[in-house]
């Protein structure tokens, strides 16, 4: 069972997912083809990456009235089939993440698939602002012993410098 | 696709503001051989269209935006935007560079670059989604600051999606130094772009693209990528991690460390109050989000995320928030002898929503500061300008963006302009080449640095070859092998420094041209052959680099090696040269100025100073290898003729501006 797990404190906004995501699946550099988008929210400096969650029990899916959207089940991915899409925009009305894109150009939908259990844009997420777990099982674990370290540690305070001569700064 | 090389988006938008003319064009292939985009090809078109003898501001005044043939397309740091024109500050070839995302959008909307000319009757903005360009009012922006047009502009537009290019009320009012400001916060700071963009009543840029790019080569671009994705992360100094997490704020500790932060108006080269206006402390403190990259923001496809975003949440400054970066902390901080971060951090943000390049703004305010303190200049408007008031910093921001006062409308000249204007010996205060003033970094330690100042082709400059090489310890073997001399390694040596401003400076043009970021090649050294040479050095089997020259070869079709790679940067090098030949620029203009003749007072740097003597020296080698007169700095026929330039060759001599 994977899982894309979207870090929006860890995400940089550099894009670099989006244009992983729509070179493997389209063969060019667009944006606008990609199954991942990052949000930049320039004032607030925020970057949030927004992608499909392949929820359990998913709207899209219920939504869809030609079966167009369907789960692989050796994956856990929603899949799109688009030779059933009718293109209505159902689904991406109702996502509540907003993780289903329609591009006018090609009047297709772009559904995130989870490149088969390898995303690509994972690979070239440097910052950990998207990661990928097999074993969801063990997130909620991780996730919550991480914020404790970074509570108990005062990390971002602890990290060391050269250019002062090293050590904590308080 | 229907143009033959890949990368590119394969049309050039041309504006004609008076007669509201929008035309589209397909790119010269030539001209993309042999200047490949951004800087490179800018230049170009300066050349060819641009009357010599016009004042900047005048509508016949050429402003080029451009993108370069990989930005956009996955390589490490292809977020980059170039603009040139006339400068208002300098009088001479003007050029800066911004990092965002704006330009990879105008190249996924199907625009490598945007030629405008003219002025537009009324205020107006130009609007760019996919293949609809229009000119649209912009009335009610007129007037704004850059924040309120940026998010203003997006509401009407595509939101989030909609990326903005605007200038700030200071451009509207005509001061010399502003900028066009990418997304908020990504400034094509200096050189006056922005004034420029004003004068011809153009607002803002929004561009939205939904379009594709292709590559020649695919499998091949992907695999050559990597390689420069892992170069950089395999990079000593990215491993480090110092830059990656204070981004360029680092540089206030590490320069006040190695003794080259410019203090009190280059009076001297340490600064006592550095630690409170450092990085760590801007992280401590105002950094908003809690992860192993406090507040970090990257531009397209970068691994680096040198920008750091925070706010201030209480006090006399409360609420003020943005991205930060060091040029401008240094230029209000350290050079105006202030120690107060949330005051450097308002005043940047200020100087950024007026659309004034903060360098420029805090280093008129430091020679005020000093001219007072000096006699020269009379505190007219009883402000109490004095180097470490903070308070008064923070008034001249409001006042130059104004004109207002006698000082304000001194400052807005720039801090070259106002001295000539003060007369007496105030230039002597000033640390201006070509007009423009000095970047935060001492020359007189860094001598690299310091003779890059001195021929760089938009004056006092260090980005034209950004030399870090010779402030991080790199193995002398290496300085050895690349530049002739274990000197190049040290900061405070002259030998070996013209070769390593050599090789630096072709470079740079190539990474300005294609639309990637300096940090890659100098900074870190991620760019062939130093990852090969220090492998080596390291008995490393395996080494990742970035290679330009298979890059663009993978990404355009065009076949271009080392070699030729630095064939094309020697080239760009000289039609700026060409450019800056025609506005009057000779060997005498190469020059530092009198202020860094003197010696340094205390600090790592005691004693240190640059010569008048030693510059000449150096002069006379680097003109030599580039082949400019000794005498003038004049270009030589030779050297034109072998860099496949005869129609500048034809051009210059008829006015007889070459040897």
Known sequence: MGKLIFNYEKCTGCRACELACSFHKEGVFAPSKSRIKIVRIDEEGLDIPIGCEHCDNAPCITACPTRALSRNSETNAIVLNPDFCIGCKQCMVICPFGAIHYNENREIFYKCDLCDGSPECVKWCVTGGIEYYEGIEEFPRRKSADRIQHFLLNLPKSTRSIATGGGNKE | ?659
């Open chain 2, 1 to 659: 696709m229907t143009f033959d090389y890949g990368g590119y988006a394969g049309k050039t938008l041309r504006i004609d503001l008076t007669k509201g003319k929008i035309i589209k064009e397909t790119q010269s292939k030539p001209k993309l051989e042999k200047y490949l985009g951004g800087r490179g090809v800018d230049a170009k078109i300066l050349f060819d269209e641009l009357k010599p003898n016009i004042n900047p501001l005048h509508s016949d005044n050429v402003l080029c935006i451009s993108t370069g043939p990989i930005t956009g397309l996955l390589g490490p740091t292809t977020g980059r935007i170039n603009v040139a024109t006339k400068s208002p500050l300098t009088d001479i070839y003007g050029n800066s560079n911004a990092g965002s995302d704006w330009g990879p959008e105008l190249k996924y909307a199907g625009y490598d670059n945007i030629i405008i000319k003219g002025r537009a009757p009324k205020p107006v903005y130009l609007c760019i989604d996919d293949e609809h360009v229009e000119l649209k009012d912009a009335a009610h922006l007129w007037g704004e600051g850059v924040f309120e047009t940026t998010l203003t502009l997006q509401e009407e537009q595509r939101g989030y999606d909609t990326k903005v290019a605007a200038i700030g009320p200071a451009a509207e009012n005509g001061v010399l130094f502003c900028s066009i400001i990418f997304n908020l916060w990504d400034a094509a700071g200096r050189t006056g772009t922005g004034t420029v963009m004003a004068s011809k009543n153009l607002k803002a840029i929004t561009v939205s693209g939904s379009g594709e790019l292709r590559v020649a080569d695919p499998e091949r671009y992907l695999e050559i990528v990597r390689d420069g994705w892992l170069g950089v992360l395999n990079d000593p100094g990215f491993l480090m991690g110092e830059h990656q997490a204070l981004g360029t704020p680092i540089c206030v500790n590490w320069g006040n460390a190695q003794g080259w932060l410019p203090t009190r108006n280059f009076r001297e080269s340490t600064f006592e109050g550095a630690d409170s206006i450092s990085g760590e402390e801007f992280r401590d403190k105002y950094s908003t989000r809690s992860s192993p990259i406090p507040g970090g923001r990257a531009c397209m496809s970068c691994p680096n995320r040198c920008k750091r975003f925070g706010r201030i949440e209480s006090g006399k400054y409360a609420g003020t928030r943005g991205s930060i970066e060091f040029e401008g902390i240094a230029a209000f901080g350290s050079k105006c002898g202030v120690s107060d971060l949330e005051a450097v951090f308002h005043a940047y943000t200020l100087s950024n929503d007026y659309g004034m390049d903060c360098v420029s703004c805090g280093n008129a305010i430091a020679t005020f500061m000093e001219l007072v303190e000096e006699g020269v200049l009379e505190d007219i408007d009883k402000l109490g300008l004095r180097f470490g008031n903070a308070d008064a910093m923070v008034e001249m921001v409001h006042r130059i963006a104004n004109k207002q006062d006698k000082l304000g409308a001194l400052g807005a000249l720039g801090a070259y302009k106002a001295a000539l204007k003060i007369g007496k010996n105030a230039v002597d205060y000033t640390t201006s080449v070509k007009g423009i003033d000095t970047i935060a970094c001492d020359p007189r330690v860094a001598k690299g640095f310091g003779f890059t100042y001195a021929i760089s082709s938009r004056g006092s400059d260090h980005l034209r070859t950004h030399v870090v090489f010779e402030m991080i310890r790199m193995p002398p073997e290496i300085g050895k092998e690349l530049f002739g001399s274990e000197g190049a390694c040290d900061l405070m040596s002259y030998d070996g420094k013209v070769r390593m401003v050599l090789w630096h400076e072709n470079l740079a043009a190539i990474t300005d041209s294609i639309g990637s970021c300096r940090f890659m090649h100098a900074s870190y050294y991620a760019q062939y052959p130093v990852p090969e040479l220090l492998g080596k050095l390291r008995n490393k089997k395996e080494v990742n680099s970035i290679k330009y020259h298979d890059w663009i070869s993978a990404a355009t079709g065009m076949k271009i090696d080392y070699k030729k790679l630095l064939e094309i940067g020697n080239r760009i090098v000289n039609i700026e040269r060409a450019l800056n030949t025609r506005f009057g620029m000779r060997r005498k203009d190469d020059r530092l100025p009198k202020k860094f003749s003197k010696p340094i007072p205390k600090g790592p740097g005691k004693g240190q100073r640059f010569p008048k003597k030693q510059l000449e020296k150096m002069l006379d080698e680097y003109y030599t290898s580039r082949e400019w007169d000794l005498k003038t700095g004049l270009i030589k026929k030779s050297e034109l003729i072998k860099l496949d330039m005869k129609d500048v060759l034809d051009d210059l001599d008829k006015k007889k501006l070459v040897r």
